[in-house]
């Protein structure tokens, strides 16, 4: 009986391991410099720089010719707010994705034209901005709907919550 209990508890553990979005449906194990977004069970990180000043968000990622397909910026405001984004000096093309206070994504600005002036407008007020490497979202399935983990969204209000 003490077998059948051992192979039980580790057949459950090999089903968690290989079904990743199974066990992160409930909630996240999140880091300040991991961005996670679930499409349904299926969970995506990216590793994040934070942009949460004037400064460092008016820099966001201009200049840079090149990102680590993992990586992103998480631009986090102190309040929601309808906020626009630009392409100056920044020769990436990116996936903007827009998120609303509680890490649910409300817009997605798909491949994003490098160097380009023209606002793109989040559409609804936002307290996140995940920057991506173009093609990422689709990639992932991030789309409206989807949602962020991140210590700085309120656990009160979080759509998918930290553990």
């Not at 903007?96 to 023209?118: Q, R």
């Amino acid at each position: 009986m003490g077998c059948r209990l051992e192979i039980g508890a580790l057949s459950a553990a090999l089903f968690l391991a290989v079904t990743p979005g199974l066990a992160a449906a409930e909630g996240a194990q999140c880091r300040d410099d991991l961005a996670i977004l679930r499409t349904g069970n299926q969970p995506v990180s990216f590793t994040v720089e934070i942009a949460d000043s004037s400064a460092e968000r008016a820099q966001g990622l201009m200049g840079r010719r090149e990102m680590d397909e993992g990586a992103g910026m998480l631009f986090i405001y102190e309040h929601a707010r309808e906020v626009a984004f630009w392409m100056h000096d920044t020769p990436l093309s990116l996936d903007m994705v827009f998120i609303d206070p509680t890490g649910e994504v409300v817009k997605v600005a798909a491949n994003t034209t490098p160097n380009d002036d023209t606002p793109i407008p989040s559409g609804a007020p936002v307290r996140y901005v995940l920057e991506i490497n173009a093609g990422m979202a689709a990639r992932h399935g991030i789309a409206p709907g989807t949602q962020l983990a991140h210590p700085s969204v309120d656990p009160a209000q979080a759509a998918f919550p930290c553990e």
